[in-house]
């Protein structure tokens, strides 16, 4: 039986005590093992198709990229997370926090290059135009608030967009995640 976070989750060797752990292949070590960086992202497959198994497929390396035509250009892709929250607000950990995964791709942030080396992935279940579930804010806002507290430099001004690391490159999570709500509940 799945365990979601009800309240703060906590920590034993980068993995979240509690959460669904399905670990990926796709990750490595951490060069100087900083976690400074929260990043937050979206992904739906297909595009904006929800409760379907491939998200998970994708980042254990085992998708069928013959299940839709627009998974041919995943073919041989190597990416991971750390988490994601789906619609609704099942956690699932793929690669521990200590470790680092491979979600950020080319990016910057406060002029340092690479955000994978000191970043945390959370990937929500959804598009940059549609709304996000209440569940996975909740998730969300406990999962956060736990990293903080075993993390420490996940301070507010840490917390960030993929769009915000890859500007012109990414969007997500997009318009539709309400940055307002969410950061005043962890102030």
Known sequence: MLIKPKRVPEFESGWAVGVKRRESPFFNHRPANEVSLLVIHNISLPAGCFGLPYIDQLFLGCLDVEADPSFIDLKGLEVSAHFLIRRDGEV??????????????????????????????????????????????????????????????LGVDNIVGHSDIAPGRKTDPGDSFDWSWFKKRLI
């Not at 080319?106 to 002029?111: E, K, L």
């Open 92 to 153: 699932i950990q793929y690669v521990s926090c200590d470790e680092r995964a491979w979600h950020a791709g080319v990016s910057n942030f406060d002029g340092r290059s690479g955000c994978n080396d000191f970043a945390i992935g959370i990937e929500l279940e959804g598009t940059d135009f549609e709304a996000y579930t209440q569940a996975q804010y909740d998730e969300l806002l406990q999962l956060t608030l736990g990293l903080q507290t075993q993390y420490p430099s």
